[in-house]
């Protein structure tokens, strides 16, 4: 279900340093072996590959966030989360939606990401996206030794 109404509320804009604070919260309550502050900095920072996009509220509450990362023609999903505030509500796909978008003008082609087993609700979303599981990597997750899921979209669409 997408909540236009929240969707019309939020603005969308690159992910900075100050947003960092809350983006770890959310990473925090989202995973099991969640990314730190320093990851993010250098990500947004140093690393020429990586785009990141949030979601904010009109008080300036971040309400999610997603990266990539662009090599060649490929984009590599590598963060999707929503503050569980915002959760099933339309705000995960909106955020995919837009990063395949900025891929696409960054001259990808395709997208992959890897994904644990265990989160359906994120496998549902891909799936529903044009994902499709292609492959395993085997004791991907460090924190449990869980495989991930290896999820392919080629032929991105130039527009939604």
Known sequence: MVDSELLSLLTF????????????????ASFPTPWSKN????????????HYL?????????????GIWIILDEA????????ENFRRRGLGLELVQRMI??????????????VRPSNKPART??????????????NYYSDTGENAIIMWKDHLPKRY
């Open 13 to 28: 804009e690159q992910l900075r340093p100050k947003h960092l604070d809350q983006v770890v919260a959310i990473e925090r």
């Open 39 to 50: 990851a993010f900095l250098y990500e947004i920072n140093n690393n020429e590959f990586a």
């Open 54 to 66: 949030t979601a904010l509220t009109t008080d300036g509450r971040v309400a999610g966030y997603a």
């Open 76 to 83: 590599h999903l590598t963060n999707v989360a929503v503050h």
């Open 101 to 114: 978008v900025w891929a696409v003008a960054l001259g990808a082609v395709r997208m992959t990401l890897e």
């Open 125 to 138: 979303l891909y799936t529903a996206l044009g994902f499709e599981e292609r492959g395993i990597r085997k």
